[in-house]
């Protein structure tokens, strides 16, 4: 079911990466006539043009309206420039070109891929610009985005993940707009109208408000007026004022749901940290030393290599344009729940409290930074990261000097970013998974304010 | 909903050692042309694809076994012997191989198919022969601790539970595919039935490493800034000395033929009802092991027909169930087109609101009886061949996929080669024979339809969850 997760989004909570023998990409930097800011990777090895054109346009700008940065982003190609949808897909089909859309909290991004060869690319862009420009957001095509937003979220609720991350958000975000999913809600769905489709795209996808990130088989000159053309017919428009910041959460909680499910789905954490954050480089490092290095991360070897309670076991500071979230997660056997929340918790507190060794931190520098090349070795990987860099206004030299600043983390640098940023005795917990009087999870309830909840059933 | 190519494979063909999803988008396939082709003395395979755009290096290692080469009663055995091959060798403790690659930099996983169990590491390129060290040395001197192995397979229980029994719809293509196949192997889950995985001992582990874990019956491909030669070079330094195995037997019961339809209910806590449809195909293999049965055109045109239902935002799915009638809010058409045996061409989606999954089914037929009846037009045809000749260059992106290509193809028995003849053959179908493939093998006598008939989520779970299932503690 397509649940629109914005690719920023799964940009920040995947790997991160740094320079290593390989050179970062020349990235070349323009503003377009209208406002847009452009970056530019030529890369001639292949004769594939990737292009993305990335709004501040995500569900935090839907105020009262929760879901509509993902529904005016799904219904862009739904009939545009008075030509339908299937006409609009035949178009890009015919080209052998591929488009995509998508929106997450903090942005709406538009992508499309062709061959280089102009024959191709040129008559993509016009579609490309077609949809960009023109949507026709006709009203069948709205209702039919709606039923199928509908049934995404339905389909949230026979997935015990998707209920515990949305229950997660919802406390640890309380009051702020990533509190609320980007899908929306039975309810905002429901009564949303053409006009605040609408009124969403004449206030969002103008080029002030836009980040385009080109990779390809292009000269500069080619990209720039590639660029031109494609934002011709869009208003410059204004940017828009931030976003609220994230409160620090004062308190903890426990929240659990009860589901049918044979494991239950623990996740733990609070707010974390914000893009070209400062604390960026400790908390990242330390916690790949803590969850995030994969298998040979803390939280994996004691949950699951030297106990085999979860088959994954992490932890994720996810960075997005106010402080997002950092997430500590595992699943396992119901009846196990007690001891593997028990397990997270400690391992948490000890390392809050103490850091990494320096062994430790020395192997994951060495990750990191070894594994720099990783990171950029596909045009895919680097149009990724230099959209990240220009939506979130990161230092053009951010690659270039990423190696350098992991590093030149030291063990108390981790030590202090940890424990000024995470609290434990305010972390919020969720559990989705079957309830039950014997088990752990009841015992926690005087940790923090409890809160019991039913997963919905069939409720549309 | 946006289809695409790569949205027509089944979600759960693959199982991990570590919880890093692998996105394996088949097919168009890439261009070959420049693939070294070198073997050992000891029958290792190795296979080297240079790619000089980034200083990095992919090498995998391909062991053709796989849950099809299992009987009942081990079901999952090649899947848990995978989690244990990251456990230690005589020279290297448990859990050392991924600190090493670790501290190299590199990522690594491994992942268990049907037809075949792979272990893979990316790497900056100078550090290849960090992974084949590593690699040689667990291909034969893997050492299977017993207490290592009651705390992997309960990572294994927990990994079937989050993939399979908690998630309705695996849970629902689980039932059909034991339900399509009546004595074939396909009917084992690859992470195997929960019973068997009770049942597992580290005996049967060492057993089945014994069997099947040796040069002779693997293949090392290695892509990326490489120089061909010196591959080959390491890999006779570090796999060479290996001494080979037993010559290999495979003994496969054959699938029994269909007579007549078969329908499955699969009633779990769901919220959406969810249709599946697969009918029992041939595929690219089988089709050049009997070519008098089956045309090798044949597997490609069910390519094509499968493009052509659920391929793309244009694709008929698309464009006449979930726009058109709107009776579908997602559906997609899939082909294992690379088995090594004869598998399934598959439909599955989920109804539209106000919509029910035999509603569904009915329009389905509709689109399958069109393409019996009537030919797909010209420009439908080139559009599907326009996507797979830009889908073709596309790959050329990923340097772990044109590594992950030459690997499967080698595994199930079919040369590299064919891989490289993968656009030519798609181009060169016709209207009538993508007919005809429709006509031959979208039938009844070749059908399971499985439906998800969701039951309530919020009525008490204790008998369900706790009770449902023998987890044997």
Redesign the interface.
Known sequence: ??VRVSRIFLLLTA?LLSP???AAPVIQTWQSEKGANVYFVEAK????VDIQIIFDAGSSRNGKKAGLAGLTSSLL?EGAGGLT??QI??G?????????ASAGYDSASISL???SDPA?LEPALENLARVLVKPDFPEDALA?QK??A??GI??K????GALARDAFFAEVFKGHPYAVPSSGTEESISAMARNDVISFHKNYYVTKNATIAIVGDLTKAQAMAMVEKLLKGLPAGEKPQSIPAVQVLEKAATIQI??????THILLGQTGIKRGDADYFPLYVGNHVLGG????SRLF?EI?????????A?SYFSPMRENGPFTASL?????QTEEALSLLREHLKIFIDNGPTEAELE?SK?????????R?????KIIAYIGMIGFYGLPEDYLETFNANVNAVTVDQIKDAFKRRLSPDKFVTVMV????DEQGPEKDKAVGNEQKS?????S? | ??L?LKDRFLFNRLWC????SIFLYLFSTVAFANVYEYELDNGLKILVKEDH????VVSQIWYKVGSSYEHEGITGISHALEHMM?KGTEKHA??EF??II???????NAFTGADYTAYFQ??????LPISMELEADRMRHLIVLEEEF??????V???R??RT????QSYTYEVAMATAFQTGPYRHPIVGWMNDLDNMTVNDLRDWYQQWYAPNNATLVVSGDVNAEEVYQLAKKYFGPLPAGKPLKVTTRPEVIQHGIKRITVKR????PYLLMAYKVPVLKTALDNPEQVPEWQPYALEVLASILGG???ARF??NL??GK?VA??ISAGYNFSARLDHLFTISG?P???HNVSQLEAAVNEEIEALKTSLVSE?EL??IK??V???D??E????FYQAMIIGMFETVGLSWKEADKYVASIQAITAEQVRSVARKYLQEDRLTVAVLD?Q????S??Q???G??D?GR
């Open positions: 079911m397509a790997y290593y023998i390989q090895e292949l004769p594939i190609d949808a299937d897909s035949q890009f089909d015919n080209l052998g070109a591929n488009y995509g891929r062709s061959l191709l039919r039923n199928r509908l049934i339905r389909s609720q026979q997935s015990p009860d589901y049918p499910s044979t494991q290095g994969g298998m040979v070897v699951r290599e030297k106990r085999g309670l979860s088959y994954s992490n699943q396992t056997r119901t009846d192997a060495k990750n990191i930074t070894g594994g720099f090349p990783l950029l070795a596909s045009n895919s998974g079957p309830g039950s039913k997963a919905a059933g069939g549309s | 909903m946006k695409s050692a570590g919880p890093v755009r980034a200083p990095v990251f448990p859990g991924s600190r670790s501290e190299n930099g590199g990522r690594e990316t790497l900056e390129s100078s550090r009651i705390k992997e397979i309960e990572v229980k927990e990994e539970r989050w029994e908690d998630k309705p806590p769901a919220e959406l793309s935002g244009s698309a464009s979930v726009r709107e809010t997602s989920t539209a609101r106000g420009s080139q559009r326009a996507q000749v830009s889908s260059v596309y050329r992106d990923s340097v969701p309530p989520l919020d009525s779970p204790r369900a969850a706790a449902g299932f987890h």
